[in-house]
């Protein structure tokens, strides 16, 4: 079986800095591609940064050098540094994972984790 547990989040000022974590569990050999996601109170979920298995990065341009996405493939984890947060970067933030195999070759393929509260205010 596998899961995604997130944390890291919270209440925070405008201007100031988070870090999200989020840590696969299970008997899993890889996983693909790596996500961030944000979904705000009346809004759908959006895609905020992505981390392939090799380490290629992607951002949405609202987030882009402010956030940084990272990953530890030996840990099967993926975090993401959040610097100058601003008001509308509140939101519940979700880490998904692609393509997860299993040590017996398994596919389990995506899943979600189950969503981390950000509050940015003053």
């Known amino acids: 079986q596998v899961q995604l547990v997130e944390s890291g989040g919270g209440l925070v000022q405008p201007g100031g800095s988070l870090r999200l974590s989020c840590a696969a569990s299970?008997?899993?050999?890889?996983?693909?591609?790596m996500f961030w996601y944000r979904q705000a109170q009346g809004k759908a979920r959006e895609l905020v940064a992505l981390?392939?298995?090799?380490?290629?990065?992607i951002y949405v341009p609202s987030v882009k050098g402010r956030f940084t996405i990272a990953r530890d493939n030996a840990k099967k984890a993926v975090s993401l540094q959040m610097n100058n947060l601003k008001p509308e970067d509140t939101a519940v933030y979700y880490c998904?994972?692609?393509?997860?195999?299993?040590?017996?070759?398994?596919?389990?393929?995506?899943?979600w984790g189950q969503g981390t509260q950000v509050t940015v205010s003053s």
């Open positions: 299970g008997s899993i050999f890889s996983i693909g591609t």
């Open positions: 981390i392939t298995s090799g380490g290629s990065t």
């Open positions: 998904k994972a692609e393509e997860i195999l299993g040590i017996y070759g398994t596919r389990y393929g995506d899943y």
